[in-house]
């Protein structure tokens, strides 16, 4: 389906986002699947993965990986791609990796973005140019049920004046604090987007799309106490519901679950990689 979606598009330029290993298999389908079909779309790899730049770019149909963030890199790909479309002209845009001549080329760094600035997305952009229900959904279908099953156990998610409502996933914070051994990280450290901008960002989705339910997708959620008391505020003064997907077990405290919970968390998902004592170390999980 996605191929074919692609396909029919006939894009210039695909990006494609991928984690680390598990994904590999299927960069390496869709981007030979694409090259079958469309020989002169510029294939882009960003995410994790292209820390394994050497391998994607001689085993896959990939011609060129990103390193680090994408945002500025992306933009000047499409603009050097709009003057020429020789791989050899893309060699003074920072923060890719290429093949040339059989030699790999690393064009090091491109800067990160600034706090404000990460994770503003156009939900017009999506709604224009894919199903946008893939991203914000009833939170219950005709039939009454709950369509996500991490508000399905607090009570508050069926009282009456949430029926109707939608839920959306929403970045609070870019990277992490740790450096656990099994993880490639281009980024550093962690930013937190501040809390005026996310409140501005949050209205938006309700005033839009009746958002009531927020899914909060970050790695390192509330490692920040004093921003996240300021978000718990937040959340409790527009009345959402949410949850969030990723909190270190050594940064949580019976006051901090407290504070969540009392401002609409519903559930906190912890990363737990091991049990055993001598892993933990090599991981070096702290």
Not at 84 to 97: A, K, T
Not at 111 to 135: G, M, V
Not at 136 to 142: D, E, G, R, S
Request: with cysteine; net charge neutral.
């Amino acid at each position: 389906e996605a191929v074919n979606h692609i396909i029919n598009e006939k894009p210039d330029i695909i990006f494609i986002s991928a984690v680390v290993s598990t994904a590999y298999a299927y960069t390496k389908r869709i981007s030979c699947d694409i090259r079958a079909s469309l020989p002169n779309t510029l294939i882009v790899l960003g995410g994790s993965m292209a820390a394994s730049a050497k391998i994607v770019l001689m085993k896959t149909e990939v011609d060129i990986c990103v390193t680090g963030e994408g945002e500025i890199t992306n933009c000047n790909i499409i603009e050097q791609f709009s003057k020429s479309q020789n791989i050899r002209d893309f060699i003074n845009i920072p923060g890719i990796i290429m093949l040339l001549d059989g030699k790999l080329i690393n064009t090091g760094y491109e800067k990160q973005l600034p706090k404000e600035d990460i994770y503003d997305i156009d939900w017009n952009d999506l709604e224009t140019a894919s199903d946008i229900s893939q991203f914000i959904y009833q939170a219950f279908n005709k039939e009454g049920e709950l369509a996500n099953p991490h508000f399905k156990k607090d009570p508050r998610t069926y009282k009456s004046h949430r029926r109707g409502k939608t839920i959306a996933s929403l970045p609070a914070a870019k990277g992490c604090v740790a450096r656990c051994t099994f993880c490639h990280r281009f980024t550093q450290g962690i930013r937190y987007i501040p809390i005026d901008i996310l409140e501005t960002r949050v209205l938006d989705l309700i005033e839009k799309y009746n958002v009531g339910f927020l899914e909060i997708v970050d790695e390192n959620f509330g490692t920040d106490v004093r921003w996240l008391h300021d978000f718990s505020a937040m959340m409790k003064r527009h009345d959402l519901l949410w949850h969030v997907s990723g909190i270190r077990v050594n940064t949580a405290t019976p006051e901090k679950l407290q504070l969540m919970k009392t401002s609409g968390c519903c559930t906190a998902i912890y990363g737990m990689e091991t049990g055993s004592p001598t892993m933990l170390k090599i991981m070096e999980k702290r």
